[in-house]
Nanobody, 125 residues
Framework: QVQLEESGGGSVQAGGSLRLSCAASGYTFSSNYVAWFRQAPGKEREGVAVIYPGSGTTYYRDSVKGRFTISRDNAKNTVALQMNSLKPEDTAMYYC??????????????????WGQGTQVTVSS
């Protein structure tokens, strides 16, 4: 049984930083597509960043490029999202998502089979 667990959310002021972490059981991050999504109240869930299996190629949504970094620790089997220069519009519930097989559109929630319970990020102005 695959389980994903996020940690590291919290409340910060604009310009601050947070580091989210996702740990897995029954699943190997290095062999699969792993992404971070977020969902604000009343809005659709949106892809924030993805890290590809093997090579570790990464992609980001435009609004977070240069501020967020997704990374993977193969030894610990964790995926992190370092978030710097946070803005109030980054406020959302953040989810770790893991694929099963090839992911055709990394930012589409339907491409991922496994989800964590989410961790709240709140950025105040």
């Amino acid at each position: 049984q695959v389980q994903l667990e996020e940690s590291g959310g919290g409340s910060v002021q604009a310009g601050g930083s947070l580091r989210l972490s996702c740990a897995a059981s029954g699943y190997t991050f290095s062999s699969n597509y792993v992404a971070w999504f977020r969902q604000a109240p009343g809005k659709e869930r949106e892809g924030v960043a993805v890290i590809y299996p093997g090579s570790g190629t990464t992609y980001y949504r435009d609004s977070v490029k240069g501020r967020f970094t997704i990374s993977r620790d193969n030894a610990k089997n964790t995926v992190a999202l370092q978030m710097n220069s946070l803005k109030p519009e980054d406020t959302a519930m953040y989810y770790c998502a893991a694929g099963r097989g090839y992911v055709f559109g990394w930012a589409r929630p339907g491409e991922y089979s496994y989800w964590g319970q989410g961790t709240q990020v709140t950025v105040s102005s």
